[in-house]
């Protein structure tokens, strides 16, 4: 039973262009989303998180939204950088609880 | 401020063995929960320390274990070492200001059984 799911396997974004990250969830307790970047053998890098109070937060390139009634949450990369290229992993836990549930992961490529 | 640190990065095992597996916590940093990595099963959640106690657990088998010291560096073991234990496992650090706490991530411990 796969709580937190990345449908996309991978997705390739022309350098400047938006990239936009796709996550779905089915367990309505989840109130915390974080987003983190990962490359190979190295631990993920936390990005951007949102409570399930907002519908949106930013932090300079990176826009999480979150739509609660759909339980699905995107990231946005705006504008997209060679530097972006990695697989990024979208997270949910519940407040109080310090248990991340992951989903798969999506690999970003960002072509010049 | 130094990050999350593991030691070691990389451990080769062969089958029944056991091993060790440390984690220093970012300072000031009290929860410290572990993770594994595969290629099939992706990130999973293995268990979690705050004040020495642990608070949560993953559905993992009892040859994993874990402890937490007062200073909040934490060790996991593995006993009776399996093939399929090979993988990438990850510890994380929080503050727990809040309920709404991030984790940060350290490099990873990469352990291959033979």
């Known amino acids: 039973d796969q709580q937190v799911k990345q449908n996309s396997p991978s997705l390739s974004v022309q350098e400047g262009r938006i990239s936009i990250l796709n996550c779905d969830y089915t367990?309505?307790?989840?109130?915390?989303f974080l987003w983190y970047k990962k490359y190979p053998a190295e631990g993920p890098t936390f990005l951007i998180s949102i409570s399930s109070i907002k519908d949106k937060n930013e932090d300079g390139r990176f826009t999480v939204f979150l739509n609660k009634s759909a339980k699905h949450l995107s990231l946005h990369i705006v504008p997209s950088q060679p530097g972006d290229s990695a697989v990024y992993f979208c997270?949910?836990?519940?407040?109080?609880?310090?248990?991340?549930?992951f989903g798969q992961g999506t690999r970003l490529t960002i072509n010049p | 401020k130094a990050g999350v640190t593991q030691t070691p990065r990389y451990l080769i095992k062969t089958r029944g063995q056991q091993v060790t597996l440390s984690c220093s916590p970012i300072s000031g940093h009290r929860s410290v929960s572990w993770y594994q990595q595969t290629p099939g099963q992706g990130l999973q959640f293995l268990f979690e320390y705050f004040s020495e106690t642990q608070r949560n657990k993953g559905n993992f088998p009892g040859r994993f274990s874990g402890r937490q010291f007062s200073n909040s560096r934490s060790e996991m073991n593995v006993s009776t070492l399996e093939l399929g234990d090979s993988a990438l496992y990850l510890c994380a650090s929080s503050l727990l200001t809040s309920g709404l706490d991030t984790q940060y991530f350290g490099p990873g411990t990469r352990l291959t059984v033979l």
């Open positions: 367990n309505s307790m989840f109130d915390y």
């Open positions: 997270a949910a836990s519940v407040q109080g609880a310090q248990k991340l549930v």
